[in-house]
């Protein structure tokens, strides 16, 4: 397994941009599928995006779509969710994970996780 550890997250208004970053330990980073996933306070762990091992094929929840970017750069052994335009609906605690099964929107197939980073937007 590999241990994550992201950060990037924050406070921002509506409509603004914030970089998350999900740097991995381990020499077999480039072997992971990874995605990111959020939760907000009472609801279920959402698919957020994933990324394949190679960074081809991002797949993304319709929410996020055409607003959030998924990428890895296997050479820092680091995922990245950009985020723009931002909703209060997006406000949650938002969690990378890694898996070395062919990368999934759901969440039970991920092997490892992070601790997670908080991000509030406000209207």
């Known amino acids: 397994q590999v241990q994550l550890v992201e950060s990037g997250g924050g406070l921002v208004q509506a409509g603004g941009s914030l970089r998350l970053s999900c740097a991995a330990s381990?020499?077999?980073?480039?072997?992971?599928?990874m995605g990111w996933f959020r939760q907000a306070p009472g609801k279920e762990r959402e698919f957020v995006a994933a990324?394949?091992?190679?960074?081809?094929?991002?797949s993304y929840a319709d929410s996020v779509k055409g607003r959030f970017t998924i990428s890895r750069d296997n050479a820092k052994n680091t995922v990245y969710l950009q985020m723009n335009s931002l909703k209060s609906e997006d406000t949650a605690v938002y969690y990378c994970?890694?898996?070395?099964?062919?990368?999934?929107?759901?969440?039970?197939?991920?092997?490892?996780w992070g601790q997670g980073t908080q991000v509030t937007v406000s209207s």
């Open positions: 990324i394949s091992w190679i960074g081809g094929r991002p």
């Open positions: 381990g020499r077999t980073f480039s072997s992971y599928a």
């Open positions: 994970a890694a898996t070395q099964r062919i990368y999934s929107t759901s969440y039970t197939q991920y092997e490892s």
